[in-house]
Antibody
Framework: QVQLQESGPGLVKPSETLSLTCAVS?????????WGWIRQPPGKGLEWIGS???????YYNPSLKSRVTISVDTSKNQFSLKLSSVTAADTAVYYC?????????????WGQGTLVTVSS | QSALTQPASVSGSPGQSITISCTGT?????????VSWYQQHPGKAPKLMIY???KRPSGVSNRFSGSKSGNTASLTISGLQAEDEADYYC????????????FGGGTKLTVL
């Protein structure tokens, strides 16, 4: 059974960089598949942030591309998200998930999510 | 890349059927049969209900079905049950040479 667990600071100051890590268990990232980050502001819908292949190829939401970096550490079986120059609008529950299927089009396993609040 | 369009809310009585629409463009929903649907209960992570347009993951009730016509995908829930009350999100593959995906705005299903 694949399991994902997000971790990182729950509070980030405006203009700083949000950093989160997703630890994967039950599957070796180096074996393949795409891995992604999704966020959900309080009371709002889901937004895809970006995805990374086990080899390191990345794909980002065009609206966030200038501020997002996703990386993978196969030795630790985890992948990470960095979002720079954050504002209150970046306050959200951040989920990590595995992408599967044709063109890696759907998310089959999700983490429980972690709330990140941007506030001074 | 614009969000897919879903109705904000739908409702139905136990035992009835409801359909949630998800409208995209010829660049996403219309070009690929790669729409997925997720169910989300309050405070929980989304759960995959339908993938690749109409396929159900193991363990998902056959009361859930997916379809597509043109630029609009649909999720139908038959025999509504109280536990179906949740938010539902569609998601479509959106990249011809990339692996971009785009979500819908979400639909709140109320079981009356």
């Amino acid at each position: 059974q694949v399991q994902l667990q997000e971790s990182g600071p729950g509070l980030v100051k405006p203009s700083e960089t949000l950093s989160l890590t997703c630890a994967v268990s039950g599957y070796s990232i180096s074996s393949g598949y795409y891995w992604g980050w999704i966020r959900q502001p309080p009371g709002k819908g889901l937004e895809w942030i970006g995805s990374i292949y086990h080899s390191g190829s990345t794909y980002y939401n065009p609206s966030l591309k200038s501020r997002v970096t996703i990386s993978v550490d196969t030795s630790k079986n985890q992948f990470s998200l960095k979002l720079s120059s954050v504002t209150a609008a970046d306050t959200a529950v951040y989920y990590c998930a595995r992408l599967f299927g044709l063109r890696a089009s759907y998310f089959d396993y999700w983490g429980q999510g972690t709330l990140v609040t941007v506030s001074s | 890349q614009s969000a897919l369009t879903q109705p904000a809310s739908v409702s139905g009585s136990p035992g009835q059927s409801i359909t949630i629409s998800c409208t995209g463009t010829s660049s996403d929903v219309g070009s690929y049969n790669l729409v997925s649907w997720y169910q989300q209960h309050p405070g929980k992570a989304p759960k995959l209900m339908i993938y690749e347009g109409s396929k159900r993951p193991s363990g998902v009730s056959n009361r859930f079905s997916g379809s597509k016509s043109g630029n609009t995908a649909s999720l139908t829930i038959s025999g509504l049950q109280a536990e179906d009350e949740a938010d539902y999100y569609c998601c479509s593959y959106a990249g011809s040479s990339t692996f971009d995906v785009v979500f819908g705005g979400g639909t709140k299903l109320t079981v009356l």
